[in-house]
């Protein structure tokens, strides 16, 4: 099962190379998931915007002016603003529409991309979807709705049509499983064993078998220490 590095090339490409921060810990008020975790963090801001002029700097850099026609996260430019970016040369051409989590660069309120989805990408609507999703949960659901909201987001998505929607739930979940154990109940283990049980999809099958086989060594091991300091009382 692909990690997170291919999150956002799971995600922004099943797949997005690239982004491991090498930290588990999830910040108050997001969801436990990977691509919350790492991306939807701090001051960064995720829009879909489009370039409207890019002027080279020299030196492989360049301004690169967008208009921003949804923002799904973040403090920042609305519809129909402007906002300023630092790229490579060649990053992007005039008319380039993508979905992008930006992060401030200096002052004058400029920012330089951290991710990138280009709207002509396979897939690009399956990732705008499961952002618009996520962030949806994060703005509307009460905190102690954030965990059972976000589980039961991966599990039905388990039952998506398309296959992107469904290996990013299993990479999730993979996730869930090693950072986040005490998440996967009893209750839940079982309903993604039924849904695994019906589903036609073999990566499902195996995906949800490698979630269970992975809980399943965790409380072994627990109850392997608790039997050890135990018997050394």
Not at 15 to 34: C, D, E, K, V, Y
Not at 54 to 59: A, C, D, K, Y
Request: charged share 20%; with cysteine; aromatic share 6%.
């Amino acid at each position: 099962m692909k990690s997170f590095q291919a999150l956002m090339t799971c995600f922004l490409c099943l797949a997005l190379p690239g982004w491991q921060l090498g930290n588990s810990q999830r910040p108050a008020g997001l969801l436990p998931t990977q691509f919350a975790t790492q991306v939807l963090q701090g001051d960064r801001l995720l829009v879909v915007a489009t370039a409207e002029t890019v002027t080279l700097l020299g030196m492989g850099t360049a301004v690169v002016r967008l208009r921003v026609g949804e923002r799904l996260a973040g403090e920042g430019p609305g519809a129909k603003e402007e906002l300023l970016l630092l790229a490579h040369a060649r990053e992007f051409h005039v008319g380039n529409k993508a979905l992008l989590v930006l992060e401030p660069f200096g002052k004058g309120g400029r920012y330089r991309v951290r991710f990138r989805v280009d709207t002509r990408e396979v897939n690009y609507l399956q990732k705008l979807e499961m952002c618009r999703l996520q962030v949806a949960i994060i703005e509307g659901a009460p905190p102690n709705r954030l965990v059972p909201a976000t589980l039961e987001l991966l599990t039905n998505s388990l039952v998506a049509p398309d296959k992107w929607t469904r290996n990013y739930a299993l990479s999730e979940l993979a996730w869930i499983s090693n950072v986040h154990p005490e998440f996967l109940t009893a209750s839940r283990l079982a309903e993604l064993r039924s849904v695994a049980l019906i589903s036609p999809w073999p990566e499902v099958t195996d995906g949800v078998e490698s979630v269970l086989a992975i809980m399943a060594r965790r409380t072994e091991a627990l109850r392997a220490r608790a039997q050890q300091e135990s018997s050394s009382l």
